[in-house]
């Protein structure tokens, strides 16, 4: 078992939390059985995270990967229960347990599907579908381009990779971004990240959208829970007609079931609803009518695939939540989303807005906003051994140990704090 | 792919919807790959579900034991959506789809199996048990061994094949039949199927069962339903710290709701919640404690793991159903359980009331009401093919071509009738 922490370049988006550092940090799980078969996974990153990936190495050397259960109970019986739960707190999920069985997971099924020649997909089931349909996703954002350049811009870019780099501050930044991302990509439907400036702007930018794109491309907006409910209520109210779904526009299942018995448009969440554990409340409450999955957060692929079957039980839609991320969660979202019937919404994916890649080939290529699932066994995908140790010493360099938007927006913005209600 | 009706031996068992036939009827399912790999299986047999099965090879052979979805989608496009859904009016179960999937989804698993020289516990994620515990499952009878000897009885037999053939028509029947039924078997549980006769019996049988085996055993009682809310609550009053749990025993979710709210018992169910379309019901009404999972009726082992997540998400208990069956479902549901960690009741057989089997070896053995996974890949059993040939011998002769428990109770009661509430 193979731990390595990578940064990957990032540029400075803003977000309800503060603003993306120049790196964002991944870990990359490689698992290599005692036949030479291998297993790859990624999570986001963090030294907490990769020491304690290394300390499950303990439980986890040895073991058989189709032993998955049984893993999940080792770990458990090794760290305990999860004693670091936030969620809800910050946009991002830092259950260290979930975490890690969803990383091990994921390079178990791929070593798996690489030992019996098969694709992952075809571990959870089989396809559903050929191709996956992704979304847009904007943000608000400074000028630059992350990475070693930082706040810097590379002058010569054009296209998407120079719209990748600008400053995207109002609506028609936002539009701007949104027609350079598309041209590129093919995406047929926009997600923007909101929660990030003040909402009549944020607002001001769907119109704008809807009036460029017109109605033949679904648009979201997710405030990231930061505004209140009333807050919620009154934009929401402006938006009808506009959206497919409202993403998390305030806080918590009860606030999320306020907003939804006054607005008509479905409410999703990655934020109020998050594990197996929230589903009783959203059923009790109603908070919301479209649940987005992550397989990092739920407890792997094959967790995914009960979230699935809960919400197709329960009248439910599906969607899936991104994380900056590379080409190995990538690869596993779209196995995942192959698999699953009901996941009929496009997906989230941050991968536009990171320039690095770790996979063999580079880039996993769109097409018309969506990917086909990987061919070859297992994932489909292959570390790049160069790649991975650029991105590892851009980690030892970056001197950044955890995600921490705040501070960074403390280095643009001093005295900034992230507030849970800010509208 | 290989459709096989069945008939095998079965004794005169009373129960809510009449008299069980001598002969209990299944169907055997095999698949055989390109490259000589077989996968097999077992589901509840009638003329209809063998012919429905037969229909269905025309979507079956050709496909990836993999592509289960696909294959689900493949059966739904071929014959539509479940039109003969009798669920709830009779104690089994008639959806033809969901069987016909499970049937063909469980020989798919024990191919993919054979074919990586897995078992299929593996292919479920693994175990989180070693071994399963099993309950005796205690029924009011007529004298009679079923089978060949049909109402006769062999006098030559003693210890539990004699009590397999003895009445049991009262508590001292049905204590000595569960006697001889643990001495062999070992069970630590028992369960009761009652509404055969009037509540008082059944009663007083638990009663009696309580008195011959002390609090050490948990003890069951099955009315199927044909209670009235009002007689469940009277006698569930008088069985509050005797049951482990009470079972079905009046119709429906409303009704089961308010029995629960009324008796201090946990409540189970095989008959008002039977599916994933009934589980908003069950959440909306809190109909019962425990579900006991089927993997014939819930859409095959996969939909049971995932119905599995849903009681440790809901904090339900997780049960398991059975109906007249061979070694070979006996396989199946103990890979299953073995792999589910919160199925943590002892799961219900009928396999003591079997005289004949169809798999290599004979009878899968106990040991202290329990059974190990099979070894070996896949389901880890083989078909016997001269019981095969023998068993479809029988139901070729034997004249049923569907369960019909009210006719059987015909020929000994004439005019009798089933009521969907009887008391």
Redesign the interface.
């Known amino acids: 078992m193979i731990v390595t922490p990578i940064a990957v370049g990032d540029p400075p988006l803003l977000n309800a939390a503060g603003l993306h550092a120049p790196y964002a940090l991944r870990t990359i799980v490689e698992l290599i059985s005692e036949d030479g078969v291998s297993g790859i996974s990624e999570i986001p990153g963090s030294d907490k995270t990769t020491q304690a990936l290394r300390d499950a190495a303990t439980v986890v050397v040895g073991r058989?990967p189709?032993?998955?259960?049984?893993?999940e109970?080792a770990l458990r019986g090794r760290f305990g229960e999860d004693v670091d739960d936030q969620r809800g707190l910050q946009p991002w999920d830092q259950r260290q347990l979930v975490h890690m069985f969803s990383a091990l997971e994921v390079a178990c099924l791929d070593m798996v599907g690489r030992?019996?020649n098969?694709p992952v997909v075809?571990?959870l089931?089989?396809?559903?579908r050929d191709r996956v349909d992704f979304s847009a996703y904007l943000f608000f954002k400074h000028a630059g381009a992350g990475g070693p350049l930082g706040t810097g811009t590379d002058p010569s870019a054009s296209g998407w990779p120079a719209a990748r780099q600008a400053e995207a501050l109002d609506p028609t930044g936002i539009v701007a971004q949104a027609e350079a991302m598309c041209e590129v990509y093919g995406f047929r439907s926009i997600k923007l990240k909101a929660g990030a400036l003040d909402p009549e702007i944020e607002v001001e930018s769907m119109r704008a959208l809807r009036l460029a794109f017109g109605d033949r491309v679904p648009l979201r907006i997710d405030p990231n829970a930061v505004w209140s409910v009333d807050t919620a209520i009154r934009w929401g109210k402006e938006l009808e007609g506009i959206l497919e779904y409202y993403e998390d526009p305030t806080r918590g299942q009860e606030g999320m079931a306020r907003v939804r018995q006054s607005v008509d448009i479905p409410l999703a969440t990655n934020m109020c609803t998050t594990s197996?554990?929230d589903?009783?409340g959203s059923?009790r409450l109603g908070s919301e009518d479209i649940i987005l999955s992550d397989h990092h957060y739920w407890g792997g692929l094959?967790?995914s695939?009960?979230l699935g079957?809960?919400c197709?039980?329960?009248?439910l839609g599906l969607s899936m939540h991104s994380n900056s991320h590379v080409g190995i969660s990538l690869a596993a979202m779209t196995h995942l989303a192959a698999?699953v019937?009901n996941l009929t919404y496009a997906l989230d994916t941050h991968y536009p807005w990171q320039s690095d890649e770790v996979i063999v080939g580079g880039e996993l290529q769109f097409v018309d906003g969506s990917l086909a699932v990987p061919e070859g066994p297992g994932l489909g995908v292959e570390l790049d051994r160069d790649a991975l140790a650029r991105l590892h010493q851009n980690y030892l360099d970056c001197g950044l140990s955890h995600r921490d938007d705040e501070v960074e927006m403390q280095k643009v913005e001093p005295g900034w704090t992230f507030q849970s209600t800010r509208w």
């Not at 189709?66 to 893993?71: C, H, K, M, P, W």
């Not at 089931?125 to 559903?128: F, K, M, Q, T």
């Not at 197709?312 to 009248?315: D, K, Y």
Request: charged residues 25%; proline residues 6%.
């Open positions: 058989d189709y032993a998955l259960t049984g893993l109970q030992a019996t098969r075809d571990l089931g089989g396809r559903a197996f554990d589903l009783p059923v094959r967790a695939i009960e079957r809960f197709r039980s329960f009248g698999a019937p």
